[in-house]
């Protein structure tokens, strides 16, 4: 990483989100208007010594006592309404920066392409889209508060300070550049190691996820010490990180301040002799002594306040790296508004980046309307690839498929998976009730929906529960056994009521009862619904109307299961295997 690449990042990062203030800018500038009014009342308050020291003590009654008070509290009544109004529009502000800016990577998480799952785990998704934006849009709001405070509030004093005495407040500037010079390497530093830091959260957050997500494999395996020392090593060294980058920070105020006080040295003696000779009265000393104290302060909060900025901003650019993922390619241009199920597959092949040899190699079949048929075979033969084609998550490199005559490549991607339903080995439930998974997405019809339920023998448990539909299944369905879970994805499945059905190991983990209720959802469906099967269990697939045997991306035996067995080839050595009673006439 060269010294340039971190601040040509945070410039455009911080162009980037530009875009979404200017969206709110009357607000922002509402609000940076009731600052700048804040700013220019703190000369105000030296001038009020000047002119008490000058006229004040001096003449009794140059002007009432009772002005003074009344002028002060006016003062700072004034400041404290301008404060208010100026934080509360910028809070105001800057929350619906970070609403649109959530709105954005929410619908990039979901148009994003799949291969960006392969990096970005639930608990890292979770980070970017909640804690990223908040984090930091937040604490680059709190900071451009002050940035602009401190800023217009040192240009006003400074332009007092210029008005009082003009000599003085130039040779003041004499350290300016010194101090240009030692923020900017410090500034590079911080950004170096709050990159960094960043990164090693990130990897934090994974470890805590899966943690959390495989809690059960954890004590399984008893690993809860050796994810004790993954969780550990990376948290010390995210500390370290910190370290480095709080203690750099850490050293620009003295530094600054050191610097700072050189200057001020200078003038205040300058001040002194010129006070000394006659060249400056009483106030006037006062009020350049108090207005040059006045401006350390929003000095030092500059200073304190790019580092925070700079750290904000790497937060953030993390945010927009899910917003500019890739989406999923959509090549489809129409729409496919019915469907009857019948799909015909031609030399179809598939080959992954990288990849030796290809996924699906030259594989052509064809499947009615009603139909079920069975793809059977070793892990890693080609099944799950062939069905990620078919839904469009994997893009095909030769061939086609044909969706009712039409090639799924000219079909829209959601109007194309309209019309499949998929149940498989890894259920995934949303948190909430029994009902809203049922109908996730569509229209709720609660006859429908317990027209499902009853379907798929789930309704007996759903009467038994206080809340009856709307009774709450708990994160994933974690208050549901692995039966009920399954059940209530085929019930979601039903409720879709689509023309192709995929079921997908959907019973490789099931007991035999909740396998039995399965098979019965299959016969029901059958001869109505094109169903397509993947399994290892022989014994859900050996009533399919057609098995298509899958090695190495090819399709090497079909026909029906007596069919098969009587050819006596890898389909007749899998059934032996399982110990499935060989039926030719089932």
Known sequence: MTTETPEINHRATLRRLLTYVARHRVRFIASIVALLMTSAIEPAIPALFKKLLDSGFQAADSFPIWMVPAVVILLFAVRGLTTFSGTYLMTDASSRVIYD?????????????????????????????????????????????????????????????????????????????????????????????????????????????????????????????????????????????????????????????????????????????????????????????????????????????????????????????????????????????????????????????????????????????????????????????????????????????????????????????????????????????????????????????EACLRAANLWSFVEQQPDGMEAAIGVNGSRLSGGQRQRLAIARALYKDSAVWIFDEATSALDAESERVVQQSIEQLSGDKTIILIAHRLSTVRRADRIFVFEDGRVVESGTHAELVLQGGRYAAMVRSQDVTIDVHP
């Not at 940035?147 to 007092?160: E, M």
């Not at 407040?169 to 010194?178: E, K």
């Not at 101090?179 to 957050?205: A, M, P, T």
């Open 101 to 449: 800016v959530r709105q954005d990577l929410m619908r990039s998480l979901l148009k994003v392409d799949a291969k960006v799952f392969g990096w970005l785990t639930p608990g890292l998704a979770v980070n970017k889209i909640i804690s990223d934006p908040q984090g930091s849009i937040t604490s680059l709001s709190a900071n451009t508060n002050s940035l602009l405070r401190s800023a217009s509030t040192f240009l006003f004093l400074l332009g007092y300070l210029f008005y009082l005495n003009f000599q003085l407040t130039i040779l003041s500037m004499v350290t300016v550049p010194l101090l240009i010079v030692l923020v900017r390497r410090l500034h590079k530093r911080v950004s170096k190691v709050g990159g960094l830091e960043y990164e090693s959260q990130q990897r934090l957050v994974n470890i805590v996820d899966d943690a959390a997500r495989a809690w059960r494999i954890v004590r399984t395996f008893d690993a809860a010490g050796f994810e004790q020392q993954r969780f550990e090593r990376e948290a010390w060294n995210l500390r370290r990180l910190l370290v480095k980058r709080t203690a750099t920070s850490a050293l620009l105020t003295p530094a600054t301040q050191v610097v700072s006080a050189l200057a001020v040295s200078i003038i205040l003696s300058l001040a002194l002799w010129q006070a000394r000779n006659g060249q400056a009265s009483v106030g006037d000393f006062v009020a350049f002594l108090t207005a040059l104290l006045m401006t350390i302060s929003p000095l030092k909060q500059l200073t304190d306040v790019s580092q925070s900025f700079v750290h904000s901003l790497i937060g953030l650019r993390g945010a927009f790296e899910l917003i500019d993922a890739p989406e999923e390619p959509d090549p489809g241009t129409r729409e496919l508004p019915a469907c009857r199920g019948d799909i015909d597959v031609r030399a179809l092949e598939v080959r992954y980046p990288d990849s030796p040899r290809a996924a699906i190699d030259g594989v052509s079949m064809a499947i009615r309307p009603g139909q079920t048929v069975a793809f059977v075979g070793a892990s890693g033969a080609g099944k799950t690839t062939m069905v990620s084609t078919l839904l469009g998550f994997v893009q095909p490199t030769g061939g086609d498929i044909l969706i009712d005559g039409v090639s799924i490549q000219d079909i829209r991607r959601p109007s194309l998976r309209r019309h499949f339903a998929v149940v498989s080995q890894d259920i995934v439930l949303f948190d909430g009730s029994i009902a809203a998974n049922v109908t996730y997405a569509q229209p709720r019809d609660d006859a429908r929906v």
